[in-house]
């Protein structure tokens, strides 16, 4: 899934306030698991901006609604009534989801409410740790289901670096090393064996932007 979190309500009142009339716009899919851009956060961005605005003595017309996912035309194209009587929306969903709506409504301003941050997974109750860098090239069969490019910070595909110490990272102590993790893991199903073939130097170029697909 997308991880993301939502821009400070400072930041996001700066970027609303050159416009009366605001939908924001969540998404019920990857943002709204990790509680950055689903309806409740809707709710409760709408309702902090129309306080700060009643503070403030402004008067701004903020409306809500959520799609299940704003990345997919087919859910947006039932939101034309709602983007016609506003000057601006604003996205609660991924920088895809920003761009999407962008796409589908070009005439109308459409303002990133969130932060992406990494393709991940929850590993615990509201910690959402990154596991994927979409690198197009997979090697996860050679490591174990673990991947060296997302969880070490140098990227190694050929084993640790000489500074990893008690099975932590050299850059972030806290952090176990990833090629520990490997090693463990293939220890277990018994493939140690495997670490001896050397992988070739990842290709970034795969990594290139812009990327598509077609099928």
Not at 2 to 13: G, H, S, Y
Not at 76 to 104: R, T
Not at 110 to 119: A, C, D, K, R, Y
Not at 124 to 145: M, P
Request: proline share 6%.
């Amino acid at each position: 899934m997308i991880v993301a979190e939502q821009k400070p309500l400072e930041e996001i009142r700066k970027m609303v306030e050159p416009y009366d009339r605001v939908l924001i716009l969540g998404c019920g899919t990857c943002v709204a698991v990790c509680f950055a851009g689903g309806d409740k956060e809707v709710g409760v961005l709408a309702a902090s901006l129309r306080l700060a605005d009643k503070i403030s003595g402004r008067e701004q017309l903020f409306s809500e609604h959520t799609v299940e996912r704003q990345c997919e035309w087919e859910f947006l194209d039932g939101i034309e009534e709602k983007v016609k009587n506003v000057d601006a929306i604003l996205s609660l969903g991924c920088g895809v989801g920003v761009q999407a709506v962008s796409e589908q409504f070009p005439d109308i301003p459409v303002l990133p409410g969130l932060n992406t941050l990494f393709m991940g997974m929850p590993v615990e109750e509201g910690i959402w740790a990154e596991r994927c860098a979409g690198c197009g090239n997979c090697i996860l069969d050679k490591t174990g289901g673990i991947c060296p490019i997302a969880r070490c910070p140098k990227g190694l595909v050929n084993g640790p670096c000489g500074g990893y110490r008690d099975g932590k990272c050299e850059v972030d102590p806290t952090r176990d090393c990833a090629w520990v993790l490997i090693y463990e893991r293939l220890k277990k199903m018994r493939r140690l064996d495997e670490l001896y073939a050397l992988q070739p130097l990842k290709d970034y170029f795969k990594m290139g932007h812009p990327r598509s697909i077609t099928l």
